[in-house]
């Protein structure tokens, strides 16, 4: 699995969760990493993003809450969720796409995602 995320659990409303996505396979820093979430009957959307040059853009629910985050050294990046609210639960997905820089083949990758739920 390209993307693995981890750091989901169930939280009470007006705490705080941080997610983290790793990969073997990806170069952070080389890349726009992105998270979505999907809650039950509803399509999947974007939460935040991070460009390859530490560009951040983030989801309009969730804007002055949440913080996407990148640790270059560890090729890790996190999202960091506070003020929960009950609305947040959903499966939150790690996820990449882009091209080989080398075979120039092309990839879109998502992780196996990780569930959040805000108990109110």
């Known amino acids: 699995v390209p993307l693995v995320e981890s750091g989901g659990g169930l939280v009470q409303a007006g705490g705080s969760l941080r997610l983290s996505c790793a990969s073997s396979k990806i170069t952070f820093r080389y890349n726009t990493i992105d998270w979505y979430r999907q809650a039950p009957g509803k399509q999947r959307e974007l939460v935040a993003g991070?460009?390859?040059?530490?560009?951040?853009n983030y989801g309009d629910a969730v804007k002055g809450r949440f913080t996407i985050s990148r640790d270059i050294a560890k090729n890790m990046v996190y999202l960091q969720m506070n003020s929960l609210k009950p609305e947040d639960t959903a499966v939150y997905y790690c996820h990449t796409e882009g091209s080989d820089p080398v075979s120039g083949i092309e990839f879109d990758y998502w992780g196996q995602g990780t569930q959040v739920t805000v108990s109110s």
């Open positions: 991070i460009s390859s040059a530490g560009t951040t």
